[in-house]
């Protein structure tokens, strides 16, 4: 079982930066493809970015590429999601997600989920 807990969310104004962390709860971090999903209020849940193992391959939604920056430090068992140039519309729960089965998984159906962190971004 893996447990991840995310952090670093808070209120902030529109074009300032966030960094989100999430740490996992497992000695097979390593194994993890790892990502970020969010749920903005009265919307269904989307996916954010991914990172595959050993630093790997990132993807990202299209409303967020070159904004956002996913990252790993597998040494610390840790996930981070650098948020730059954010606008209204980034506020959400932001939720971090793991799977064994890789970045594809991650995207769609990730077997593990945070508890969610909430980024609010004002006008």
């Known amino acids: 079982q893996v447990q991840l807990v995310e952090s670093g969310g808070g209120l902030v104004q529109t074009g300032a930066s966030l960094r989100l962390s999430c740490a996992a709860s497992?000695?097979?971090?390593?194994?993890?493809?790892m990502g970020w999903f969010r749920q903005a209020p009265g919307k269904e849940r989307e996916f954010v970015a991914s990172?595959?193992?050993?630093?790997?391959?990132?993807e990202y939604s299209d409303s967020v590429k070159g904004r956002f920056t996913i990252s790993r430090d597998d040494a610390k068992g840790a996930v981070y999601l650098q948020m730059n140039s954010l606008k209204v519309e980034d506020t959400a729960v932001y939720y971090c997600?793991?799977?064994?089965?890789?970045?594809?998984?991650?995207?769609?159906?990730?077997?593990?989920w945070g508890q969610g962190t909430q980024v609010t971004v004002s006008s």
């Open positions: 497992t000695t097979t971090f390593s194994s993890l493809a």
């Open positions: 990172i595959d193992l050993n630093d790997g391959p990132t």
């Open positions: 997600v793991a799977d064994i089965r890789g970045p594809k998984a991650v995207k769609e159906t990730p077997d593990y």
